[in-house]
């Protein structure tokens, strides 16, 4: 079993930054890969951002690629979610997950199948 907490969402102006992060707890939580996955309001759940147990194996998606950063501290079983340069379009309900299966079966996957999630974190972004 895997627990993910996300904590650090809020209410921002576009132009701004926001850091979320997102806390494990579980005897093997080190070997998932962990992702950050969006909802916003009114839309299906979409890939943000994945990182292997291997931090050098990182995805983006093409909408995030170049403003967020994702990076895990195994030390502290610690995922976090670095957000610059907000628009309003990265308004929404951001969840940590977890799963086992390889990079390239998240990313090409849907997003519903990662075996755990948290409750999510609220991220507004004003115009």
């Known amino acids: 079993q895997v627990q993910l907490v996300e904590s650090g969402g809020g209410l921002v102006q576009a132009g701004g930054s926001l850091t979320l992060s997102c806390r494990a707890s579980?005897?093997?939580?080190?070997?998932?890969?962990m992702a950050w996955i969006r909802q916003a309001p009114g839309k299906e759940r979409e890939l943000v951002s994945v990182?292997?147990?291997?931090?050098?194996?990182?995805y983006y998606s093409g909408s995030v690629k170049g403003r967020f950063t994702i990076s895990r501290n195994h030390a502290e079983n610690t995922v976090y979610l670095q957000m610059n340069s907000l628009t309003p379009e990265d308004t929404g309900v951001y969840f940590c997950?977890?799963?086992?299966?390889?990079?390239?079966?998240?990313?090409?996957?849907?997003?519903?199948?990662?075996?755990?999630w948290g409750k999510g974190t609220l991220v507004t972004v004003s115009s």
């Open positions: 997950a977890a799963d086992r299966r390889p990079l390239i079966y998240i990313i090409h996957g849907v997003p519903d199948e990662m075996d755990y």
């Open positions: 579980g005897r093997t939580v080190n070997t998932y890969r």
């Open positions: 990182i292997g147990t291997e931090i050098s194996d990182i």
